[in-house]
Nanobody
């Protein structure tokens, strides 16, 4: 098991910002890509953003491009998701996940370990 612990969710007004963090255990954190996914009530889980093991490559969903930024600190074994210009449709539980590969992927099947999720609620 590789515990992943998310934090930073909360209630924010539309247009506001939040910063999500995901702390991972393990000595080989920098070897593996990390991703963020979200699931809104009644909807399927969807990809949000991912970052390669080195941090040199990132990808994000079209719906969040220009508003969300993924980053990582391989010394602190932590991945971040900066959420700016939030919209009510961004309301969801956000999950971080760890891949067993170093390359980024938007395919949830590539991610083996998942956190418990953190709730983000955006009011209009």
């Amino acid at each position: 098991q590789v515990p992943l612990v998310e934090s930073g969710g909360g209630l924010v007004q539309a247009g506001g910002s939040l910063r999500l963090s995901c702390a991972a255990s393990g000595l080989t954190f920098s070897d593996y890509a990390m991703g963020w996914f979200r699931q809104a009530p009644g909807k399927k889980r969807e990809f949000v953003a991912a970052i390669s093991g080195s941090g040199g490559k990132t990808i994000s969903a079209e719906s969040v491009k220009g508003r969300f930024t993924i980053s990582r600190d391989n010394v602190k074994n932590t991945v971040y998701l900066q959420l700016d210009s939030l919209k009510p449709e961004d309301t969801a539980i956000y999950y971080c996940a760890k891949s067993l590969r170093s390359l980024v992927s938007l395919d949830a099947e590539e991610y083996v370990y998942w956190g418990q999720g953190t709730q983000v609620t955006v009011s209009s």
